[in-house]
């Protein structure tokens, strides 16, 4: 590994959707201030386009799309001091065991960390112990870092890795702390809630907010268009359901998209489900509001938000309620609004630190190996090109050279075409065929 100064650090970050990639490589730059960022965006479903890239606004010295036996094959552990896997569990889990394998024997080797993109309310054993073996595992709160440190003692598994931080896109100027609401954002979610009566109550709910309440712009704040999928599939956009409310949306209501950031800065109410946005926002001091509507449940994420003094009714909001977080609740989910937030990234930089300033590091040790997941793990490698060892399945052979002129333009048609035909399945078939199941 060539020897690094504090100037040219270089890191690769692997990223499967447009928030990923943001997590990623904002992360990236927390852990490595000033470091040489590569990009590469795991082939799949979630895709981020090049629209979202730009709304994202995570910006890296190299960007490239890549399968995922290719990236394994890609990442020398002579070129980078840091590899980031922002993915989704399994891909995860996967890398580490390429990685593991195309590593082995070396005596040196980048220093690997992971972690989530935002809030952690679901599959919270699966999803860390297919990040497990990472050197590091980043908790986005003081919350996070005990349960996760807890799922590993629970199985016997190393919790050394686990280190503590924030979530990397917080920041932006603080809300002005008055009390007069000009705009309202409703922050909606591609996956919840996840059927069409919940989705147009929610739509309608914000649009009658915004007719009681004529001096107040009301904002609906997109993730995506049609068509274009995120960290989540959204099988019915918000998109398709404003066309269709009666008489239209009213002038002080309309659809927004845009980095998220920038619609906070003139937020004064928030308004969500369970998104990570309510985060965003509480760290700014923007009154917040979470959601119960549809009843305080875990498959809609907002139990998550118990004890946060945040959850209340569009009834509630209507008549003029604004929610007054819990002080020690926002603290410990790694909401720094009284100026903390710089630090919050200093255990992890210095633990990254020690781990490239190391005379060598040993090899990753996922806890799933075939003899521990034997029924589980060849099946999640495989999906991703990797036999049981992490060595490259029959048939994945290596990726050709990036095209260049008509063969771009044919390679990309033939892949929009592909994803088209992907989600059209998912937004529109699947659904009829699970109605028609409910007849």
Known sequence: MPSRTPSTPRVAVLADSDTRWKWGALTAHRLQPGCRLDGFLLRGRATPTVRQLDEVGARADALREIRGVDFVRSVDRTAYD?????????????????????????????????????????????????????????????????????????????????????????????????????????????????????????????VEHARRHPAREVLIKLRSKPGEHTTHIEELPYQKLAAKVPGGLPANCRLVYGNMGEVLDRTDLMVTVSSTAALESLHRGV????????????????????????????????????????????????????????????????????????????????????????????????????????????????????PTGLRRVARDTVREAARGAYRHGVQRVAPAIRRWGQL
């Open 82 to 206: 840091v590899v980031l896997l922002s993915c989704v569990g399994g891909a995860v889990q996967a890398m580490l065991h390429g990685l593991a394998r195309a590593w082995e024997g070396s005596a040196r080797r980048p220093a690997v960390v992971t972690g989530y993109v935002g809030v952690v309310y679901e599959k919270l054993a699966d999803g860390l112990l297919l990040r497990h073996g990472a050197d590091v595992v980043l908790a986005n709160s003081r919350h996070d870092a005990d349960r996760f440190r807890a799922v590993y003692r629970g199985v016997n598994a190393d919790d050394r890795g686990v280190v503590e931080c924030a979530l990397p896109f917080l920041g932006g100027a603080a809300h002005d702390g008055t009390d007069e609401v000009r705009t309202v954002v409703f922050a909606v979610q591609p996956s919840v809630p996840d059927n069409r009566d919940d989705r147009a109550y929610l739509l309608r709910r914000a």
């Open 287 to 402: 009154p917040t509001a979470v959601l119960t509507d549809l009843g305080i449940r875990e498959a809609l994420g907002n139990h998550h938000f118990l004890g946060s003094g945040c959850l209340a009714s569009w009834d509630e909001l209507d008549a003029g309620y604004l929610p007054e977080p819990d002080p020690e609740w926002v603290a410990a989910q790694g909401v720094c609004a009284e100026g903390a937030y710089e630090k919050a990234f200093d255990a992890a930089r210095a633990r990254v630190t020690e781990l490239c300033d190391a005379d060598g590091l040993p090899p990753l040790a996922p806890y799933y190996t075939p003899r521990t997941a034997p029924g589980y793990l060849p099946g999640l490698l495989a999906r991703h090109g990797l036999d049981p060892k992490g060595d490259p399945l029959p048939g994945y052979e290596a990726g050709a050279a990036e």
